[in-house]
Structure formats: C-alpha cells, structure tokens
C-alpha cells in the first residue's frame, strides 16, 4: 500500500476496545460513556481485518485502546497475530497498555511472541498517579513492570508531559528508566476529545522539557528509529534513550507509515485529521475478504499530506472532537 505522497503504509496501530479501566485526565471525561458492545467488532473480526491488512503489505502491528488488557479473551487475538510473526507475515506485534493487568498477561505476551511494549506512566508519585488516573493504583502498574521485566519483554515507558503537574519528576523518571533498563518517551499533550479540565493550561512544549533535561545529563541526537514518530537522544549517564513525540512544535508527517482503526472498525488515515473510512459494512458484507480489501486500498488513496494541530487558545476547544481511547495512541 503506497499513499499519494509515496509513504508505504507498512505500521497499523488497532485500538481494541475503547473502554479502561482508568480516567487519565488528558484522554477521558470522568463520565465517560461507552460505545454499545453490538458496534464493537467481534475479536474474530479483529483478526479478519488485521488478516486483510497483513496481506496488503502491513509488517507491524501495535494493538492499544483504550485499554488492550481489559479487553476479554484478548488474548486469543494476541496469541492468533502472534503466529503471523512467528510464519514471517509480520516482522513485529506488540502493544500500548496502561500496565494495570501486566502481572496477569506479561508471560503470555512473551509466550505469543510479543518482544516490546510500550507502557504509560506518568509520574512515580502514588499520590500523583492516582490524581492524574481518577483512581488508579500505581503499586500495580510497578508490579506489572516487574513481571514484563521477568518475562524478557523489553519496557518503553510513555510519559505524556504536564505542565505543573510532573515536570518536577523528569530527571527522576530518566533515573529510574536508566536503573531498571526501560527507554523512555515524552509525549506532548494533544487536543482530542472534550476532557474536563483546561488544555491550555497541561500543554507543556518538549523543547523546555528537554533544555531541562540537558541541564543535569548529557543528550546527544541519535538516529535511532522505531517506525514511529519519536526522535530520540541518548542518555550518556544511563545508557538509555529517550524520546519525543512533538505533534504540536515538530511536524512529523513526512514519513508517517501508520494508519489507525478504531474498535468499531473506523479506519483513520490520520490521527489528526477526520477523514475516516468505514470497514465495518465491508468486513459485515461478505465472508470473503475482497470487498474489505478494496475499501482498504480505497482509503489508502486518499491518506491526507499531514495534520494541524492547534490548541484554540480563544475557546479552548479540542481541534478534534473524537477521544484518544476510540482512535488509540
Ligand atoms: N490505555 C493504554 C495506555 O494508556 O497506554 C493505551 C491507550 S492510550 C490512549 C495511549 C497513549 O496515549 C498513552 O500513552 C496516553 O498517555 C496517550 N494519550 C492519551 N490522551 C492523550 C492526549 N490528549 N495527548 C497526548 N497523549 C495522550
Ligand atoms: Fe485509559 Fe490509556 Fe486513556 Fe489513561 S491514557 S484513560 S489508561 S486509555
């Protein structure tokens, strides 16, 4: 699949559910409602749609959510994606979580076929994490840190940056990462979705954060690439890297290889953008996978240059109206 900028879309991210068990402040309202379970596709029809982006040309797949683990049997799905990877359809599987069941899942995850996962962790406060998550219990996504650990996953730990809330723990985070062998990402807040709070007020650019960091370690540019939109440095005191994820100052659409689909079967060309195409009906329509491949080719064709982000300071209005638990992270 090439779009018409001539970027092959080799990178699906599929969120499973929209559902968590967590209310992270930046991502969901309080009272959240819940997509009716009858528009969630089934996990037989995750795989077939999964199944019809592999044999275009799809070589890695990040599942997330809302929360991937909360999801039930997800397993099942998991472990099917996993035998893409071990016949060579897919070079990688692996998965964002919020780490809350890591405990539970980490060695069938290893087991599947899964080598690196991506776990969200803002702060290492209890009392913070359980302010910025509504309710959560930190000492359980530290256990599931523990038992990914001991399952050979390797950690990439995502953590979005806040403004007065966890810029004072940057330096303690790069510690910590360094000292239990977890990379590290910032990510700027980005303005989806109506989230009860002010955005204007948590967006904090990653420029400041990182003059920050150059002040206690020492940060050279690394040309290391995931396949995501991360630009990296490397740690010297640590030996680690960490990265950024910038879609308010840096544009990273130039080399954007991703596409997204929703639990409901929404495929979104861009994250930051509307434009979506529907693969329900397609997938719904017929038993074989023809009619959903060319609505997948269909799409690809018109994949948007980029995106514009812009927090509107005036009226403080997300520029996209849609939660970051339907699209995924
Ligand atoms: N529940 C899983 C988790 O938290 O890792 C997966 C889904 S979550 C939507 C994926 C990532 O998006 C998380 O790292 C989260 O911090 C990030 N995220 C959510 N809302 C965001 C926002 N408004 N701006 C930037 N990142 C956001
Ligand atoms: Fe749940 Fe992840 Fe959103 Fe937090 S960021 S509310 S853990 S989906």
Known sequence: MIDPFGRRITYLRVSVTDRCDLRCV??????????????ILSLE?????????IRLGVRKIRLTGGEPLVRRNIMSLINTLGREVADGALDELTLTTNGTQLSKHAAGLAAAGVRRINVSLDTLDAA????????????KVLDG????????????????????VNED???RLVEWCG????????????????????RTDQYLPLSLVRHHLAQRWTLTDSDHRTGGPA???????????????????HNFCESCNRVRITCTGTLYMCLGQDDAADL????????????????????????PQGHDFIIDRRHNKPTIARHMNVTGG
């Open 231 to 249: 630009r990296y440095v490397d740690v010297a005191e640590t030996g680690r890297r960490i990265g950024f994820i910038t879609p308010m100052t």
């Open 45 to 53: 029809e995750l795989e077939r749609l999964c199944g019809a982006f």
């Open 179 to 198: 000292a239990q062998g977890f990379d590290l990402t910032f990510i700027e807040t980005m303005p989806m979705g109506d989230v009860d709070g002010d």
């Open 26 to 39: 930046y991502c969901m309202a309080e009272d959240m409602t819940f997509l009716p379970k009858a528009e």
């Open 280 to 303: 329900r009906a397609p997938l719904r329509a017929s038993e074989g996978d023809e009619t959903l491949a060319r609505a997948i080719e269909a799409a690809i064709a018109r994949k």
């Open 128 to 139: 913070k994490f359980k302010a910025i998550t509504r309710w959560g219990d930190m000492a």
């Open 145 to 164: 840190l523990a038992a990914a650990k001991d399952a050979g996953l390797a950690v990439k730990i995502n953590t979005v940056a806040l403004k007065g």
């Open 169 to 171: 723990e940057f330096d």
